[in-house]
């Protein structure tokens, strides 16, 4: 495996392992170099949303990288506010990002409108204008209730995973319907990077702790998006092809798990 892995969709799309996520990186001139500079270190996946305000830097970074369009993987959802329109919405997000279509769109949070969304987003695939959907923050309770009315499967659910949020539940759960799941706040946010546990792991490997908890969610079987807005921790974070972690190791990072949430708990959304 290197960066230009994939995992296929079920609609067979191939979506590189590594994106980089783009929460919190500022519009303007952070967020294009850093998507620059990811785009230099070999990424082909940015991770961006209507909600994030970045939408317009990634789409110029995009543009300045000069890398062909079909090369590229990019993600953008669907906002919880916009779901009185989400056609407009989604148009809107292609303007911002200078693009004709994406290849992934998400509904980004379970909000009660949901299904009726989901409706419009097959529509807007079947159209062309986004090669595969999907949803975000969804339990199995959620995809569920999806599943019983949609037409087109939804391909992924970008939800938190990281040891410390060890969901095998629902990473069994979406294996089994053939859904990608793709690992958000990797990095728990930076909450337990220094984390003693870890640091042992990591120094058994020659590696950094964010490498580790990278590399679990690749042979955990996930995608997964590291953000960051520097140079030298953007190409770190793609530095995760060299070594493999033990079957034992894994386990043992598997028991981290402690349902560390650094972001939203869906648990309870109706
Ligand atoms: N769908 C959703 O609802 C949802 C929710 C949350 C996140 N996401 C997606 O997932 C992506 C990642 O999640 P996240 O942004 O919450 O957090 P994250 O990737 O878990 O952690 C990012 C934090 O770690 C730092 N960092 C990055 N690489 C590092 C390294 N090698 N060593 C030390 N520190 C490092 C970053 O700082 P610097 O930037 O300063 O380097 C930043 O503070 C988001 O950007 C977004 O694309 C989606």
């Known amino acids: 495996m290197n960066m230009n892995s994939t995992m296929k969709l079920n609609n067979g799309v191939e979506m590189p ?50 890398i062909p369009r079909n090369e590229l993987f990019i993600t953008t959802k669907l906002w919880n506010e916009n779901h009185d329109d989400p056609e407009r ?46 949803v975000s923050n969804f339990t199995i309770r959620h995809l569920e209730q999806l599943l019983k009315t949609a037409k087109v499967a939804p391909a992924a659910n970008q939800v938190e995973f990281h040891p410390y949020l060890y969901q095998k539940e629902l990473l069994d759960y979406c294996k089994e319907k053939g859904i990608a799941v793709e690992a958000y706040s990797p990095l728990t946010h930076k909450v337990k990077l220094n984390d003693k546990k870890l640091a042992g792991v990591a120094a058994s490997y020659g590696k950094s702790p964010a490498q580790i908890l990278i590399r679990w969610c690749v042979q955990r ?46 648990t309870d959304a109706p």
């Open 89 to 134: 919405a989604f148009n809107d997000s292609l303007g911002r990002l200078g693009l004709d279509y994406v290849d992934l769109y998400l509904i980004h949070f379970p909000v009660p409108e949901r299904n009726e969304s989901w409706r419009v987003l097959e529509k807007l695939h079947i159209q062309k204008r986004c090669r595969a959907i999907g």
């Open 17 to 66: 392992i590594i994106g980089l996520g783009t929460w919190k990186m500022p519009d303007g001139k952070t967020a294009e170099q850093a998507v620059l500079w990811a785009l230099e270190a070999g990424y082909r996946h940015i991770d961006t949303a209507a909600i994030y305000g970045n939408e317009a830097s990634v789409g110029r970074a995009i543009k300045k990288s000069g």
């Open 221 to 266: 079987g996930m995608a997964v998006l590291p953000k960051s807005v520097h140079k030298e921790r953007i190409s770190e974070n793609a530095d995760v092809f060299d070594f493999e972690i033990s079957e034992k190791d894994m386990g043992l990072l598997d028991g981290f798990n402690e349902g560390l949430r650094t972001c939203w708990d869906p």
